[in-house]
């Protein structure tokens, strides 16, 4: 039973600060801002004053769908930010800049999670198979894949705590570029720049707290010594 409460908590938790980025995002992306700049062009002008000139900035369909590929050095825009020129826009476009900036500088976080990536995807693969592996099969031991399990959540707690710091810092850098540069205005324009960004951190929260409260759950048959019913 304690089980499916935990499930239940964390996934309203993952579900509301999923919709809390949307509406927020959404909110704030209706207006054009002042200086009329587009997600491409704050990029391009971020990126380029940071003495940055081998990142790509690309264009993606899809709803939210923006990142930077440290890998290929690929600066990726959703359609509605690459050509928007509202403070949502912005925000999210500046925001990006800030981890390939990190990447610039080599930004120690970044490189943590960067090489925590494929534990972090094992781990994945372990807590989504090895569950049903053990009640259809019976093969594995409750103590045994409780061991298996809380190992598998730690990388993956670890991997998100080390997330928080990447995504706050990108957030920090956007804020305080996008005002240097002009881009957006103090007063309104700032404020929904920093609503957008803030919401988008707690789903990083979220996604961190849900591994730490599964590690905790797998960890505790462990401690106490005690096979689960």
């Known amino acids: 039973m304690t089980i499916w409460i935990l499930f239940g908590a964390t996934l309203a938790l993952?579900?509301?600060?999923?919709?809390?980025?949307?509406?927020?995002?959404?909110?704030?992306n209706q207006d054009p801002v002042l200086s009329g700049i587009t997600g491409r062009e704050a990029a391009e002008f971020i990126l380029r004053r940071a003495g940055i000139r081998d990142v790509e900035i690309a264009e993606q369909d899809g709803l939210?769908?923006?990142?930077?590929?440290?890998?290929?050095?690929?600066?990726?825009?959703s359609t509605a930010n690459y050509h928007g020129a509202t403070a949502a826009a912005l925000g999210v476009s500046a925001h990006e800049c800030g981890h390939a900036?990190?990447?610039?500088?080599?930004?120690?976080?970044?490189?943590?999670?960067?090489?925590?990536?494929?534990?972090?995807?094992?781990?994945?693969?372990?807590?989504?198979?090895?569950?049903?592996?053990?009640?259809?099969?019976g093969l594995i031991q409750p103590l045994t894949g409780a061991l298996i399990m809380a190992a598998a959540w730690g990388v993956i707690a670890l991997f998100n705590l080390v997330t928080l710091?990447?995504?706050?810092?990108?957030?920090?850098?956007?804020?305080?570029?996008?005002?240097?540069?002009?881009?957006?205005?103090?007063?309104?324009?700032?404020?929904?720049?920093?609503?957008?960004?803030d919401a988008a951190a707690w789903t990083y929260v979220a996604a961190f707290i849900t591994s730490l409260v599964y590690l905790i759950w797998h960890?505790?048959?462990?401690?106490?010594g005690r096979d689960r019913e």
Request: hydrophobic share 50%.
């Open 165 to 197: 710091p990447v995504e706050f810092d990108a957030s920090r850098r956007a804020k305080a570029v996008l005002g240097e540069l002009g881009m957006i205005q103090p007063g309104a324009e700032a404020l929904a720049v920093r609503k957008v960004l």
């Open 101 to 137: 900036i990190q990447h610039a500088r080599a930004y120690k976080p970044l490189m943590w999670r960067m090489a925590a990536v494929g534990a972090a995807t094992y781990a994945n693969q372990i807590v989504l198979w090895l569950p049903l592996i053990g009640m259809f099969t």
């Open 219 to 224: 960890l505790l048959p462990l401690l106490t």
């Open 64 to 77: 939210l769908s923006d990142h930077y590929d440290p890998i290929h050095k690929r600066l990726v825009l």
């Open 14 to 28: 993952s579900l509301w600060a999923a919709a809390r980025v949307r509406s927020t995002y959404n909110k704030h």
